[in-house]
C-alpha cells in the first residue's frame, strides 16, 4: 500500500474520531519533540494591537499534550502561503492539508506567532486566494466564516459585539485582542460546538478577511477572531506584504441568504482546507 494511501486511511479515521477545535471548553495542543516540518518562531516585537483594560478576559488553558486532529486553513497567497490558528498546528509532528478524495499536500514551513494564535503555512504550489484584509471592523457588523466544523463543510453567520481579551495559559502563554461574534446560524446546524472551524477565515460583505476563527464558546453561542493587525504582523514576519493579498483573484460579495453557497464554492477551489495534525506516539 503507497504510504499516502496509509495517510489517507489515518485521516479518515481521525475525522471520525475527531474534527476538534479550541473553545473555552475544549482546549488544544501540547509540547511534544521537534516535527518534521520547519517551524519559525517570529521575533516577540511589534506582535499585537494594544491590550486595553476595559477588554473583558476569555480565559483558555490548554492540554498538556497536542493529539491528532483537524482544523481549517485558508490561501491568501496563490504560490501556497495559507493562514490558520495557532493551536491547529503548533506540536505536530505533520500537518497536511486535503486537496481531494486520497489526496493531500504536506505543508513545508510554519510560521507561529509568538503572542496571538495565528501561524502561518507554506505549501509547494497553491490555491486561489481570498480577496484581501481589510482591518475596519465594527460593532454590529455582519461576517461570515467558513471551515470543517466537526470535520465537516459548514458555515457561520455572526455579529460583532464587541472587543475581548484572549488570554491563554499552559503549554504556552499569550495574551491577545480579539473580536468577539455572536452566532446567528450555522449551516448545517450540528449543535453549537463548531469543533474544527478552528483556523478558518472571518470574512465581510465583500469577501475581505477580518479575522481568523481561533476560539468558541459553545453554550453561550459565542465565537472569536483575531484581529486583522496580528495577521498582517505574522505575514510580514513571514515575508508576505499583507497589502498585496488577494492580488489577481476573484472578487465576490457575501450576504446572510447565500453565505453556505459561497462556502461551498470557497471549499470547492480549495480556497479554504481542511488541515490535519498528525501526531505519533510518544
Sequence with gaps: MRIWDILALVVMALVAILGRSWTSDDPDPSPGRR????????PNRGSVPPITSRDPVISISLEDRQQSSTGTAFSVDQKGIWVTARHVADGCDKIVLQKGDRQFVKIRQVWLHPHADISILRTNGGTPSLPGIEKRISRGQDGYSFGFPKG??????????????????????????????????????????????????????????IGVHVAGAPRRGRSYSSTPESLLNILKQAGINGATVGNGSQKFSVNKSDFPTVGGQLRRRLTIAKVYCIVGNR
Excluded at 499569550?174 to 450555522?186: F, G, L, S, Y
Design 35 to 42: 516535527p518534521p516540518v520547519e517551524i519559525v518562531q517570529p
Design 152 to 209: 465537516e463543510p459548514g458555515d457561520v453567520h455572526a455579529r460583532v459585539i464587541g472587543r475581548r481579551t484572549m488570554a491563554i495559559d499552559g503549554r504556552y502563554s499569550t495574551r491577545e485582542p480579539v473580536v468577539a461574534w455572536t452566532q446567528i446560524r450555522r449551516v448545517p446546524d450540528r449543535g453549537t460546538n463548531l469543533g474544527g472551524i478552528s483556523g478558518g477565515p472571518w470574512v465581510n460583505a465583500n469577501g475581505q478577511i
